[in-house]
Every structure is written in structure tokens, then in C-alpha cells.
């Protein structure tokens, strides 16, 4: 079994940074895809970013120039660090991984192992 857990969110004013992490650990043996997905008040999950195992990044147009996927080997610790923030940011945000890879790993792939989901506000 994999287990996910993000660190606290936060709130922030418009223009703000946060850096969220995901501590993941049990079976991450081929654990080859990591990401971030969010969930706003009335809609539907979406996917914001997502890394490889070669390290490839993959960003959705709402999030890319302003946030930033990273993922520690050692630490076995997954990041996104949003710069820029803005209110339509809000949301629950989650981290997931899953063992597919390469193009099959993307902002909103399909995820098997998912996190509980922390807060995320942005006021204006």
C-alpha cells in the first residue's frame, strides 16, 4: 500500500505564495507519476501539475509560469510551490500518485493513490 499525506494549506491574500508538500510512503517501489490535483466549492477535481519519474514536469495553462512540481528522491517528499496566487486558486488541493509513466503521466491522469486533501484559500 501507498499513503499520502499533504502538509497544512493555508491562507493567503492575492498575490501570495504557498508551498504545499506530500509525504508519501509504504510500497512506492514503481511509483513512477506524481501530482497535484484541486477541487474548488461546486466543481469538479482538475488536475494542476504532474512529474515523472525521469522528472518530466507537465503543467496546466492556469498553473504553469506560477507554480512549480518538485519531488525529493531522498526525502520521498512531493512539492508545489504557487507563487502568484490568486482567489480562483482556492480550493481543496490533493496530491496522488499512481504507476504509469511516461506519457501516460499528466495533470489529471488517472490516479490510484490519493492523499486526504488540504485547504487552500486566496483571498482578494
Known amino acids: 500500500q501507498v499513503q499520502l499525506q499533504e502538509s497544512r494549506g493555508g491562507s493567503v491574500q492575492s498575490g501570495g505564495s504557498l508551498r504545499l508538500s506530500c509525504a508519501v510512503s509504504?510500497?512506492?517501489?514503481?511509483?513512477?507519476?506524481l501530482g497535484w490535483f484541486r477541487q474548488a466549492p461546486g466543481k469538479q477535481r482538475e488536475g494542476v501539475a504532474a512529474?515523472?519519474?525521469?522528472?518530466?514536469?507537465r503543467y496546466t495553462d492556469s498553473a504553469k509560469g506560477r507554480f512549480t512540481i518538485s519531488h525529493d528522491n531522498a526525502k520521498n517528499t512531493l512539492y508545489l510551490q504557487m507563487n502568484n496566487l490568486k482567489p480562483e486558486d482556492t480550493a481543496m488541493y490533493y496530491c496522488?500518485?499512481?504507476?504509469?509513466?511516461?506519457?501516460?503521466?499528466?495533470?489529471?491522469?488517472?490516479?490510484?493513490?490519493w492523499g486526504e486533501g488540504t485547504q487552500v484559500t486566496v483571498s482578494s
Open positions: 496522488a500518485a499512481d504507476r504509469s509513466s511516461g506519457a501516460f503521466c499528466y495533470p489529471g491522469s488517472s490516479m490510484y493513490y
Open positions: 509504504g510500497y512506492t517501489y514503481n511509483l513512477y507519476c
Open positions: 512529474v515523472n519519474n525521469d522528472g518530466t514536469t
